[in-house]
């Protein structure tokens, strides 16, 4: 009998250390923990990714990798799916075939490169022009917020009846962890109260409007320092004013960091779901944040979100978080917001999804 094929190259290269690669890992071990039964597709050209015991892996591999990789992958994919025949095929990322001879599930992320445009983006619009041609074609489009789903109407066309809701999960990690503040202090030398930012210093998130938000909590009188954890990225700027530049840490680390913040800054311009503002609720960090895209379904009124590009509202709101008992309830919020979103809940909406579309099997 056939399967679901889920395409899970994102757990390999640098995508496994990203938000896609975070999707992939949470959807794929919920899906089997739920009992479902599936394959997935991987890149035999890279290692084998860790996925959960019993999946079979089906290797496939591609010249391209960069902005050719799309144009191949509508052609190659079709190959794949008419030898594997699967009863449905789930792109995890903008990874779609041209024709496919089953089904066709595809999770959207963001279309950020079209929603947020400017030339910055530029490349990422070229990289990913067969995709977003070939999205009006898929079976089905699970949108991870409100705000992407509502971005695939207006700029793809999609029939709305196609485009379904899921929200990602928290990973299990990111939950307050005890001892947090002297493994932080023991590793970075850090011995006062500090902001955080997690993610690329990308133009959309906005690092101009990060250091005044930095500048603007300490013109309150609050003595903080600003840490800023993920790989920079190529659009980051040359000068972060002082900040401490951490590059990549893993999860326990992020973890800690986050759980011994006083608060996670994030004055992103555009999100497709924000799971920065998620982990750091997850773990009892009070959350500022620009008003826009997605970030009010996702923070609610767990954290304290202001006009977007305000970066000097948004450092104050930040410094107010230092303070009680608006730390204590912007923490409680932000943890019991946290909660809603899970893996469990993920994977049962997805399968629901898989079942809609295949008529009750798969």
Same mark, same amino acid.
């Given at each position: 009998m056939s399967k679901p094929l889920l395409d899970a190259r994102s757990l390999q290269g640098p =995508? $496994? %250390?990203r938000g896609i690669g975070r999707y992939a890992r949470g959807l794929l071990r919920a899906l089997a923990e739920a009992g479902l039964d599936y394959d997935v597709l991987i890149d035999g050209g890279l290692p084998d990714p860790e996925v959960p015991t019993g999946v079979k892996l089906? $290797? #496939?591999r591609r010249r391209y990798r960069g902005r050719l990789a799309g144009y191949e992958d509508s052609v190659a994919l079709v190959a794949d799916l008419r030898k594997i025949r699967p009863s449905l095929y789930h792109a995890l990322h903008l990874t779609l075939p041209g024709r496919s001879p089953c089904p066709? +599930? +595809? #999770? +959207?992320?963001?279309l950020i490169p079209w929603a947020f445009g400017g030339w910055r983006m530029a490349g990422e619009r070229l990289r990913f022009r067969t995709a977003r041609r070939l999205l009006p074609r898929a079976d089905l489009l699970l949108a991870v917020s409100q705000a992407t789903a509502a971005d695939i109407r207006r700029l793809v066309g999609a029939q709305a009846e196609r485009v379904r809701v899921v929200y990602e999960g928290l990973d299990p990690a990111f939950r307050p962890r005890d001892g947090a503040p002297g %493994? +932080? !202090?023991?590793?970075?030398g850090i011995s006062k109260p500090y902001l955080v930012f997690v993610g690329a210093l990308d133009v959309r998130k906005d690092p101009p409007g990060l250091l005044r938000a930095w500048a603007a909590a300490r013109a309150t009188g609050a003595d903080l320092? &600003? &840490?800023? $954890?993920g790989d920079s990225g190529r659009q980051a700027p040359a000068d972060m004013g002082g900040a401490r530049m951490l590059g990549y840490v893993d999860d326990e680390a992020l973890a800690d960091l986050l759980s011994a913040a006083a608060c996670l800054v994030f004055p992103s311009l555009y999100e497709g779901f924000g799971l920065p503002a998620l982990e750091a609720m997850g773990c009892g960090c009070p959350v500022a944040a620009y008003r826009n895209s997605s970030l009010p379904e996702i923070v609610g009124d767990a954290g304290t979100l202001v006009a977007n590009r305000d970066a000097e509202a948004l450092g104050r709101a930040a410094a107010a978080l230092l303070t009680e008992p608006q730390r204590s309830q912007a923490r409680n919020s932000g943890l019991s917001r946290a909660r809603s979103f899970s893996w469990e809940k993920a994977a049962r909406e997805t399968i629901a999804a898989y079942r809609? &579309?295949? !008529? !009750? =099997? !798969?």
């Open positions: =995508s $496994a %250390r089906y $290797a #496939t066709v +599930v +595809v #999770t +959207v992320h963001d %493994r +932080v !202090g023991q590793r970075w320092d &600003l &840490l800023v $954890a809609d &579309l295949t !008529g !009750g =099997s !798969g």
